[in-house]
């Protein structure tokens, strides 16, 4: 049983999101990249079969699923690996057990839980434009000459500052994508901020598809912080978002963030959203 779960931990939280993330052409299309995404795909699939999988087995799946259904989910993960079985097929398959739309899979990707309000909220701040995937979102800025990076011009130590920080987050072993994401938190100057959609946007638009959560996640665990400043990267509401490892006004080290944010001039109204649309 051992070896059958190390084999199930292995393909669904590391072997499919790299060759997801990496867009490799075992499959014409990749819907999902997150390991439990993957997880609740073949699940579904292997073991649900004609039910979500949470209704068969209990959860954690991997403590509690026979080695029928592990080798059945191992099966069927292989095939996904190898391109023998369509994986949008199967995440569409798996959306119709669920009672979900398609473009539901869609959200699986956000930073965190939000309300449908806030789904509609700006998803961008004053430094990253939006995308043309959000033409319906008003912007927070319209005048992109506004947003121009100043470091090179206000502050020349900064910008030798940041080059030594992208230079570290080049030497480090994170994975390319961690790497890609904390790089571009150093094009943030101190005194603006972006959101983890608006830098999901972004990504999405000039390399690869990506999604807030996956963004999140890298924020979440960035080694570097606070001279990397994933600090600057707030929820798309507005709100202070995560920040160690915790999440809203209520987390950990919520008062060191809004400590760093205000040292560089960024301030909050009474409700806990940003007060500034943008700062020079």
């Known amino acids: 049983m051992d070896v059958l779960r190390a084999r199930w931990n292995n393909l669904y939280k590391d072997r499919l999101p790299s060759l997801a993330k990496a867009r490799d052409p075992v499959q014409k299309r990749w819907p999902v990249y997150l390991d439990h995404c993957f997880a609740r795909i073949v699940l579904d699939n292997a073991v649900g079969k004609n039910r979500p999988w949470t209704a068969v087995v209990k959860a954690p799946a991997v403590k509690h699923m026979t080695s029928a259904q592990l080798e059945a989910a191992i099966e069927l993960a292989e095939k996904i690996a190898t391109g023998q079985d369509d994986l949008a097929e199967l995440n569409e398959q798996s959306l119709r057990l ?30 990253f434009v939006p995308s043309p995937s959000t033409p319906n979102v008003k912007p927070w800025v319209t005048d992109t000459a506004a947003v121009e990076p100043v470091a090179d011009v206000e502050r020349p130590d900064l910008q030798i500052t940041m080059a030594a920080q ?9 994975t390319p994508f961690r790497k890609q994401t904390l790089t571009l938190l150093c094009e943030i100057p101190p005194g603006r901020y972006s959101t983890y959609q608006a830098m999901s946007d972004h990504m999405t638009k000039t390399s690869h598809k990506t999604c807030a959560r996956a963004v999140g996640s890298a924020m979440r665990n960035n080694p570097f912080a606070p ?16 920040f160690g490892g915790h999440w809203g006004e209520n987390g950990k080290f919520a008062q060191k963030k809004h400590d760093l944010l205000h040292d560089e001039g960024v301030r909050f109204d009474s409700q806990g959203r940003v007060k500034d649309k943008w700062r020079a």
């Open 166 to 174: 992208i230079q570290r987050i080049a030497d480090s072993s994170l």
């Open 227 to 242: 001279e990397v400043p994933c600090h600057r990267i707030l929820a798309a509401d507005g709100s202070l978002g995560g």
């Open 98 to 127: 669920r009672g979900k739309k398609r473009k539901v899979a869609s959200m699986e990707g956000s930073a965190a839980s939000s309300t449908k309000k806030q789904r509609t909220a700006p998803t961008i701040s004053a430094y």
